[in-house]
């Protein structure tokens, strides 16, 4: 389905003609985003520069019940900028200036195509640290960041995106633009719109600026890493190391799979013998961090570690990070396609998490390796297939829609920071329930009564 | 407006007869909460036991087009459960049990009516802590804390009661039971239901459980006191302690006339001669929080403090922050009736929204004491008038109109923590604009489309 060249040719008056794109072989790229397996071109692509031009762009899309899908640099796992029902996508990486960064008032205002690891680096440049960590970060945009409430490796001690949205700008479905919050660390001025829309996915409004908190950067950090025989153990020893009033900035490990994926392709010397790593961090005073890394290490070691090694160095620090930063390539490798998927279980249940995840991968005839946020229960199981044959990729689905089902049951939840997008809507009823899912749509029309922003997903 | 006597039946059938309260005598103390020159009272007060009940009472009361203000303690300051249109006062203090706390997954379960000094000990008992601080905590129910998002003497180092809800059970108007969040620190499934109901004030739904996540107690706590000439020169030494990488757990300041205040009614040896006193503490290990402490006191010197004390023991750090704690008492002391107010703006304007107070106050012949969260830029103006004298009532609320007009002026908010309820209703339009407005109460219908819960509050 084509676009009306009526509403083809308001878009370029609205931002131009050379920042519209139509033709076949221009929309083509746009038709994915990082998640494999989905695929539907939009019917154009705008790139609009200002506010005035999105909410130009949403007025006539409304007018003319056209599907508008904003997306910044695609790289979210499921399938939420994906625009399944052609229309426009929304591409919003002009809008790409780091607009303020306060050091009195520890904040950053941004439009929201600029990269999360930019406006980190903008604000380190002033000492201050922008928290949130997606693994996404140099290529993903502040704005996707809110619009998926992007997690990442520093959760536990320091929350999520959620946790530092302090006010937005956005443009309604239907034009009007409203900003939310402001520069403010306590507002509880109407609705918390500001916390609504961050982690919509682009279903309720087209974020447009962003005004972020950020904290002084902490003045040292470092890493040690425990091998231990099993996923069970490490997991007490994450549980005895929150018992014992730490709680550090890093807590990652990587299961059986992983740690051979990552030594077979970068070669760091880990112990391949190990059921599992534990990656233990923090940041802060040197004095503190010095003594949380003993105390970790201790921990481990009460919890049968077969090895502990607290990085003495900021280099050898480094090394181990990289060991967790690397699992996904290492596990890419493995073979043709990719499944990177994403649940949360409550953190004394995800030893038992990773054991459902293995029996499933068993019954699939799947690799699957698990790796994640062991502080926040986020898991990352990770399916390795060939691209090329179709029952792999059958099984693939079948599988993760088992792994969906063991989470729930233990508690935990579908998504922990990916977000549903198209990829997971098919599980979110499971999570949510009937009355929730209504309570969903009825919401959405409530911000879209036309229902043209990012149909087909979460609210449809 | 009495209620039907068929309603009136059905509900003592609900919760039982000895739970509703309907004549005159029995309802008239429930006209009112906290908030001064509000009162209305409700047709019936209904006291349910279980989340069925609460549904039961809401399905009738939406079939019947009762209005149903949901109440806990009735402790907070904006009339935000004051029954406007009568109906049904829905007082949720009977369903009061502490359900768990985990030690192993750092949080705490309860029902809404449990107060949070409850909760605060029940954690504290199993060496966590739970950080939300409101002043009303003794006297305050968690629920109560959700549905106002409220705030405390913490914000600026652990944020607000928002930071820690994970998971909630809500009965909406219609009657449907829904479940949002969960035990899990990381959730992305589905719009974030659990932040908006958190801070909506009764409007939306009815907490019936909540989910709160808790911390490892610090291992210790200490407090200074600065005295500064000026509340400019306070506010300096707070933004130089930010930049100096210090988000301290204790930033409070109280101006002159609460000064004066505190020291006639509490003999504290305050310096009464000073125009502006801070007070400043951290809690965490005690390496940490006496460089801290001695860091923060140092940088109050170099902004031209008059004096600076760091408590050198528990005791002397208690008795500091009592001259906090007792700024309401003492103001209260100055005559017969306290309006206390609530407004945050940046931080750095602090000192300039005190002056704006300042001349408020004179302008209309007002004793106005504030004190307040100077990390956050939360003020809290407090007039103190004769509560036989019509005039000074007006001139109060002319004042106060004032006071939020310049909050706004100067990029701020109408309340920080204490809520919108009736009290601040009047503005919230100037805060939030036309465009806002209107999407929250398409918000509200989504709720509630019978509009029959906590009517004439936010969102109708």
Chains 1, 2 share one sequence.
């Not at 950090?221 to 231990?228: E, L, N």
Request: glycine share 10%; net charge negative.
């Amino acid at each position: 389905m084509a676009l009306d060249p009526g509403v083809l040719a308001e878009l370029e008056s609205i931002v131009g003609r050379e920042h519209v794109r139509h033709r076949e072989g221009e929309v083509a790229p746009y038709a994915r985003d990082a998640t494999p397996l989905f695929s539907s071109p939009p019917d154009a692509v705008v790139f609009p520069a200002r506010t005035e031009e999105v909410a130009a762009v949403l007025r006539l899309a409304t007018a003319h019940r056209v599907p508008v899908v904003p997306r910044g640099a695609g790289s979210n796992l499921c399938a939420a900028t994906v625009p399944l029902q052609g229309g426009i996508l929304l591409v919003l990486t002009r809008m790409d200036r780091v607009l303020e960064i306060s050091t009195e008032e520890l904040l950053v205002r941004a439009e929201p195509g600029a990269t999360t690891a930019t406006v980190a680096e903008a604000a380190a440049a002033q000492g201050l640290l922008f928290a949130p960590d997606p693994g996404s970060r140099t290529v993903s945009t502040v704005g996707g960041n809110v619009a998926t409430c992007a997690g990442g490796l520093r959760g536990l001690k320091y929350g999520v995106t959620r946790n530092y949205v302090l006010g937005l700008e956005v443009v309604l479905p239907t034009g009007e633009v409203i900003r939310t919050g402001g520069r403010l660390w306590k507002d509880v001025a109407g609705y918390d719109l500001t916390r609504l829309l961050t982690g919509s996915e682009g279903t309720l409004g087209v974020i447009t600026e962003v005004t972020l908190a950020l904290l002084p950067m902490p003045a040292t950090a470092s890493t040690g890493v425990a091998y231990f025989s099993s996923l069970a153990d490490a997991g007490r020893a994450v549980t005895q190391v929150l018992a014992h009033g730490v709680v550090p900035a890093t807590l990652e490990f990587l299961d059986h799979t992983c740690i051979g994926a990552v030594e077979d392709y970068a070669r760091l010397g880990l112990r391949t013998d190990a059921g599992a790593l534990l990656l233990f961090g923090d940041d802060g005073e040197p004095d503190a961090v010095e003594r949380n890394l003993t105390r970790m290490g201790e921990l481990c070691a009460d919890e049968g570690a077969l090895e502990v090694t607290v990085a003495k160095e900021v280099a050898q620090s480094e090394a181990l990070l990289a060991a967790r930063r690397c699992s996904l390539p290492a596990l890419s490798r493995l073979d043709t396609l990719t499944v990177l998927e994403d649940v949360t279980v409550p953190r004394p249940r995800l030893a038992e998490m990773v054991d459902r995840i293995e029996a499933v991968a068993a019954r699939h005839d799947l690799v699957i390796g698990t790796f994640g946020h062991a502080g926040d229960g986020n898991l990352h199981p990770t399916a390795v297939i060939d691209a090329r044959d179709p029952a792999a990729a059958d099984r693939t689905h079948a599988a993760f829609a088992e792994i969906f089902a063991a989470a729930l049951e233990l508690d935990g939840t579908i998504t922990g920071e990916h977000g549903v997008g198209a990829a997971k809507l098919p599980y979110l009823r499971d999570r949510l329930g009937d009355d929730q899912m209504a309570l969903l749509a009825r919401i959405k029309t409530a911000f879209d009564p036309a229902g043209i922003l990012n149909p087909g997903k979460t609210g449809s």
